[in-house]
């Protein structure tokens, strides 16, 4: 029986337990504090996909998990104090359904009066659905090989690195270089989907003059996977990896240009993670540009051409870094414009939390690299082509905004946006160019 056809009630219950184990203040104040307002429906993605998608509809499994763990009474009588569990295999998808129906991309958060984040419980129940078997077939395949501490065993993988690697070397880039003061750390995906950041990034390190290097080998698909999957062992292994390497190197600052939730992670949530800091500053690239220019130490050429800026989520909103971006692209372009939603309630773009990884199209594009079939059970099949109607819908509102703004050229740094934009286009006929931050600005250097 595939993960998708099981159902069983001992799982079920054994995950609410290690649920109630990781329960703390801010999580129960999450679960407990909701009026009903409604008004965090407004700004989620995938409230237009549907009225059952809006945030607090999402995390009421969370919170009848919890409820029955916590009350008593709830206890004694589930179904009287909201706490029943799933009694099916059909209940615990229509679960699924719902948990991936989530970007975690914070909006909720700000907008709740009280600071509830239903994306954070939303992203628990996951992790608890993944280990009853209710995990996309990719994401699991990625979590292994990333847990596996090879990522480019796959061939297609390791020949679109190897070609890389012959770019970067001509740029003259040292790879695994003992006392270099910066770590660029590019994951696999990027390598996969936004190959130009790379380049763009190693051209922006050099002209900045930093003293540099990068892994010879990408040492994670993409931040540790684990950490959306809900491993938390192979999420601390993939974290260990990188701590280790970059303390090997001796550096004291690791740069990203992928501004996604590897940005999150890293920044945040990886020391909570390791129990300890980290020992290295992190930094996206666009903060480095952003203090060059404020410096005068860079200069770029200016263009005439209409562009502007996606906000990833989690660099952003959640990151803190709103008008860095916006502030470095305006010294480029006199036609730099800002999207409407510009500030901390930029809209998503719909495909984040590996939503759009997922998705039929991109097991495609996987499935190219792998060389052969993923084996999709049909019922995953039913799930994912759902799952990407509903992100196409989530996606809406960000489209209409860029095709408002009238910029030719949609510029972000993030792999997943990227990628969302990328299939967000095409199925809205968008016509717009879709550029990383690094890819765009590196165009622009002083000779
Ligand atoms: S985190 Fe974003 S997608 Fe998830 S419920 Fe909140 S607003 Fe909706
Ligand atoms: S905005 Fe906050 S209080 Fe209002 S419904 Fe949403 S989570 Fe509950």
Same mark, same amino acid.
């Given at each position: 029986?595939?993960?998708?056809?099981?159902?069983?009630?001992?799982?079920?219950?054994?995950?609410?337990?290690?649920?109630?184990?990781?329960?703390?203040?801010?999580?129960?104040?999450? !679960?407990?504090?909701?009026?009903?307002?409604?008004?965090?429906?407004?700004?989620?993605?995938?409230?237009?996909?549907?009225?059952?998608?809006?945030?607090?509809?999402?995390?009421?499994?969370?919170?009848?998990?919890?409820?029955?763990?916590?009350?008593?009474? +709830?206890?004694? @009588?589930?179904?009287?104090?909201?706490?029943?569990?799933?009694?099916?295999?059909?209940?615990?998808?229509?679960?699924?359904?719902?948990?991936?129906?989530?970007?975690?991309?914070?909006?909720?958060?700000?907008?709740?009066?009280?600071?509830?984040? #239903?994306?954070?419980?939303?992203?628990? @129940?996951?992790?608890?659905?993944?280990?009853?078997?209710?995990?996309?077939?990719?994401?699991?395949?990625?979590?292994?090989?990333?847990?596996?501490?090879?990522? &480019?065993?796959?061939?297609?993988? #390791?020949?679109?690195? #190897?070609?890389?690697?012959?770019? @970067?070397?001509?740029?003259?880039?040292?790879?695994?270089?003992?006392?270099?003061?910066?770590?660029?750390?590019?994951?696999?995906?990027?390598?996969?989907?936004?190959?130009?950041?790379?380049?763009?990034?190693?051209?922006?390190?050099?002209?900045?003059?930093?003293?540099?290097?990068? /892994?010879?080998?990408?040492?994670?698909?993409?931040? /540790?996977? +684990?950490?959306?999957?809900?491993?938390?062992?192979?999420?601390?292994?993939?974290?260990?990896?990188?701590?280790?390497?970059?303390?090997?190197? $001796?550096?004291?600052?690791?740069?990203? #240009?992928? $501004? $996604?939730?590897?940005?999150?992670?890293?920044?945040?949530?990886?020391? +909570?993670?390791?129990?300890?800091?980290?020992?290295?500053?992190? !930094?996206?690239? !666009?903060?480095?540009?952003?203090?060059?220019?404020?410096?005068?130490? &860079?200069?770029?050429?200016?263009?005439?051409?209409?562009?502007?800026?996606?906000?990833?989520?989690?660099?952003?909103?959640?990151?803190?870094?709103?008008?860095?971006?916006?502030?470095?692209? %305006?010294?480029?372009?006199?036609?730099? !414009?800002?999207?409407?939603?510009?500030?901390?309630?930029?809209?998503?773009?719909?495909? $984040?939390?590996?939503?759009?990884?997922?998705?039929?199209?991109?097991?495609?594009?996987?499935?190219?690299?792998?060389?052969?079939?993923?084996?999709?059970?049909?019922?995953?099949?039913?799930?994912?082509?759902? &799952?990407?109607?509903?992100?196409?819908?989530? %996606?809406?509102?960000?489209?209409?905004?860029?095709?408002?703004?009238?910029?030719?050229?949609?510029?972000?740094?993030?792999?997943?946006?990227?990628?969302?934009?990328?299939?967000? %286009?095409? +199925?809205?006929?968008?016509?717009?160019?879709?550029?990383?931050?690094?890819?765009?600005?590196?165009?622009?250097?002083?000779?």
């Amino acid at each position: 029986m595939s993960g998708w056809e099981a159902f069983s009630p001992d799982t079920l219950r054994s995950e609410a337990k290690a649920i109630a184990g990781r329960l703390n203040p801010v999580l129960l104040h999450f !679960v407990e504090d909701c009026v009903g307002c409604a008004l965090c429906e407004v700004n989620c993605p995938y409230t237009p996909a549907g009225e059952e998608y809006g945030p607090v509809e999402k995390a009421e499994p969370l919170r009848r998990i919890v409820r029955g763990q916590v009350f008593l009474a +709830a206890k004694v @009588l589930p179904w009287l104090f909201g706490a029943r569990l799933p009694r099916s295999a059909e209940e615990l998808d229509r679960w699924a359904e719902l948990a991936y129906r989530c970007t975690n991309c914070g909006l909720c958060y700000i907008t709740c009066p009280f600071g509830i984040h #239903s994306g954070t419980m939303i992203q628990h @129940l996951r992790y608890s659905l993944a280990r009853t078997g209710r995990i996309p077939t990719l994401l699991k395949m990625m979590m292994d090989l990333e847990a596996s501490g090879n990522v &480019l065993s796959v061939e297609g993988f #390791s020949k679109v690195w #190897s070609e890389l690697l012959g770019k @970067l070397e001509g740029l003259g880039v040292s790879f695994d270089r003992k006392g270099a003061k910066y770590v660029y750390l590019p994951s696999l995906a990027e390598a996969l989907i936004t190959p130009g950041a790379l380049v763009g990034t190693a051209k922006i390190l050099n002209k900045l003059g930093l003293d540099w290097t990068m /892994p010879s080998k990408p040492l994670s698909v993409r931040a /540790p996977i +684990a950490n959306l999957a809900g491993d938390s062992g192979a999420a601390l292994e993939v974290t260990r990896r990188i701590v280790d390497y970059v303390a090997g190197i $001796g550096a004291s600052t690791v740069v990203l #240009s992928d $501004g $996604g939730y590897p940005y999150r992670f890293l920044r945040f949530d990886a020391p +909570a993670l390791l129990g300890k800091p980290l020992g290295f500053e992190v !930094v996206h690239i !666009v903060e480095l540009l952003h203090e060059a220019l404020r410096k005068g130490s &860079l200069k770029l050429r200016e263009v005439d051409q209409k562009i502007t800026w996606h906000s990833p989520c989690q660099l952003g909103r959640m990151g803190g870094l709103i008008e860095e971006p916006a502030e470095v692209l %305006s010294s480029t372009s006199k036609n730099f !414009v800002k999207l409407e939603s510009h500030g901390l309630l930029s809209k998503c773009c719909g495909g $984040g939390n590996a939503i759009a990884c997922v998705v039929p199209p991109t097991i495609e594009m996987f499935e190219g690299l792998l060389g052969g079939k993923i084996p999709i059970s049909e019922k995953e099949k039913v799930f994912l082509d759902k &799952l990407y109607k509903d992100m196409l819908i989530a %996606s809406k509102a960000k489209v209409d905004e860029i095709r408002k703004s009238g910029a030719s050229t949609v510029i972000t740094a993030c792999v997943g946006c990227v990628h969302t934009l990328q299939l967000a %286009s095409k +199925a809205h006929g968008l016509g717009v160019e879709i550029k990383t931050l690094p890819e765009y600005i590196a165009e622009l250097l002083p000779e």
